[in-house]
């Protein structure tokens, strides 16, 4: 017998129930599933609608298909459409009809949006964890490398020279930032409990939604039934912060990829997180950091095809709702597995100071040059224009700028003195952008 079968006189096609069918992947909700529908039987329970000896046949049922799922021992049927359908199912089978009396008052458009949430709720704080594992590599990998000299670019270009803490602890900034945004996210999901609301007007007996939210660890309940079945927002909000979160280790990918190439050779990943190539003896690839880039096209999709499923929705349910659950489960296990191969890139990376060091060209220090002579009173848009031209007489001399002569230096600007050769120093440069 289906849930709603009464109204039909003919089975479901097959095709159809292949298509409709969510069971193949909203099974993996079936504790936040099974949470929800005990807190609902005490709720009604609480309300009069059931008595207290059928709540606690149903809690205990609800416990035995638990213990099924956590065993492994489950045994789907066919006409399991999806979760919600398979425990109430299974429930019936295990303590008879008082298992039908579960379903009062509720619908599997506010029992599913419950579940989401919880879910949301629980996936959240494990990949929180896992972010600040990162975090944690990153910094102390930063940390190791407070002296340690590298080019720092802008628009790939060699810039002014920067420590190797600030590229790693940049990183680290942006995680930082993710771990906010999963925080908010975890916040959405949590504020609004849908239970109650029905399948779009409202449950009709009188639940007690200040204890439902208590039991099931929501800051509130929704206020308005309607909205609250097509909720999806929380997703969205998930989604995005899963998004930003690829975006970053694509970027860092990108650096680590780049400077993992001979020709920068500032950085070596480890043997255990390098690859080889079946034909190519010598090569050295950086898979994981090619997956954290690519991986974030995947992420942003999985929001993009989110949006797009919500943008066209008329109010309440609608079954296109279904499809919240596959993108919000694939950018989690897509984090769940990339963000642990990153952090292990980071915590085993080698760091090749030398090869920076020699990267350093002391053109990058030209901007000091010309701050050089502001601290000598020239308007810095004239001591850039007087630096400038510094960098392009080394260059037509075909030596680099800090061995300009003093006359060289003195013929573009009086204010140059001995003292310019102090300018001409890496560390120097960094130090004094201490602020
Ligand atoms: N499997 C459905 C989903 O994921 C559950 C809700 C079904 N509701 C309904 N009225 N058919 O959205």
């Known amino acids: 017998m289906t849930l709603w079968g009464g109204r039909f006189s003919e089975p479901t096609d097959a095709d159809l129930r292949a298509l409709n069918d969510s069971i193949g992947f909203d099974q993996r909700m079936y504790k936040e599933d099974i949470q929800g529908s005990m807190a609902w039987a005490g709720a009604l329970a609480e309300a009069g609608v059931i008595s207290g000896d059928d709540a606690e046949q149903i809690i205990d049922g609800l416990e035995q298909v638990r213990a099924e799922f956590d065993a492994g021992t489950f045994e789907f049927k066919a006409g399991d459409e999806d979760i919600h359908t398979a425990v109430e199912r299974r429930l019936t089978e295990l303590i008879g009809a008082i298992g039908g009396r579960l379903h009062t008052g509720r619908s599997r458009n506010d029992q599913v949006a419950t579940d989401v949430r919880l879910w949301t709720m629980n996936a959240l704080t494990e990949l929180k964890d896992a972010l600040l594992m990162l975090i944690t590599e990153l910094v102390s990998k ?35 930032r993710d771990v906010e945004r999963l925080n908010q996210a975890y916040t959405n999901a949590r ?25 099931l660890d929501f800051g509130n309940y929704n206020a308005n039934s309607l909205d609250a079945v097509s909720d999806r927002d929380f997703v969205a909000d998930a989604l ?9 280790l694509s970027r860092l990918g990108e650096d680590l990829i780049l400077f993992s190439n ?50 066209g929705l008329p109010s309440g349910y609608n079954k296109d709702l279904q499809e919240d659950k596959e993108p919000l489960f694939d950018s989690f296990d897509t984090l769940m597995k990339l963000l642990p191969v990153v ?13 920076m060091r020699a990267a350093l060209d002391p053109d990058m220090l030209a901007t000091d040059l010309a ?4 601290k000598k009173g020239m308007p ?4 850039h224009h007087v630096a400038g031209r510094a960098v392009k007489l080394a260059a037509e001399q075909g030596i680099k700028l800090p061995e300009l002569s003093l006359d060289a230096l003195r013929g573009l600007s009086d204010l140059f003195d001995a003292d310019v050769a102090a300018v001409f120093d890496f560390e120097e440069s960094v130090r004094r952008r201490k602020i």
């Open 240 to 248: 995005y912060a899963m998004s930003m979160i690829g975006v970053h």
């Open 262 to 311: 001979p020709a920068f050779g500032f950085v070596t990943l480890d043997d255990r997180y390098s690859t080889g190539s079946s034909l190519m003896p010598q090569k050295r690839n950086p898979d994981p950091m090619e997956l954290a880039r690519g991986k974030a096209g995947r992420l942003i999709g999985n929001l993009t095809g989110l949006l797009t499923t919500l943008k």
């Open 343 to 355: 952090t292990a890139v980071i915590k085993t990376l080698k760091l090749n100071p030398d090869k």
């Open 142 to 176: 930063a940390e190791a490398h407070r002296d340690t000299l590298m080019p720092g670019y802008t628009h790939m270009q060699p810039a002014q020279p920067i420590t190797v803490e600030k590229w790693l602890d940049s990183y680290a900034n942006m995680a930082a």
């Open 371 to 374: 701050d050089y002579l502001v």
């Open 380 to 383: 810095f848009r004239e001591a």
């Open 191 to 215: 504020e609004a409990m849908p239970l109650g609301s029905g399948a779009l007007a409202g449950t009709p007996f009188p639940i007690n939604r200040l204890h439902l939210i208590e039991q």
